[in-house]
């Protein structure tokens, strides 16, 4: 009895913002704050704070009115698809650089799949803040 009465006591459960596109938001654009708006309702998986959605970039087309998940956000890219970038290896002092093709799209601290322009061989990387590629094994 005493419990009932205390849940009662404490009312409905508050609820969450959930944030929202403001307008329709293109895939690879990065999220600015008049892209966003904050709607008091809880969505599971959706963000709920504008500050963890702006400066990072959709990875597919966000429509207006509609929940913004962060697993259709990403860091912006810094690497591309098909772009030529610098594959760096490095172990034990010795440090070989090269170029690759990269085979996706990633942002930095990603791992992205490059393929050695020299070999033809597919690699695995981590993209640096600076564009370049951390191949190890």
Known sequence: MRLAAFLLA???????????????????SIIGPGDVMVKPVEIPGAATTPEAV???EARVSLYAGRPIRMGDLGKPALVDRNQIVPLIFERNGLRITTEGRS???AGA???????????????SGRVLPDGRIMVSR
Request: proline share 2%; charged share 20%.
């Open 10 to 28: 404490l009312g409905a459960p508050a609820m969450a913002d959930t944030v929202l596109a403001a307008r329709t938001i293109r895939a690879q």
């Open 109 to 123: 601290g990603e791992v992205v799949r490059v393929m050695n322009m020299s070999s033809r061989n597919t690699v």
């Open 103 to 105: 085979l996706g799209r």
């Open 54 to 56: 702006i400066g990072l």
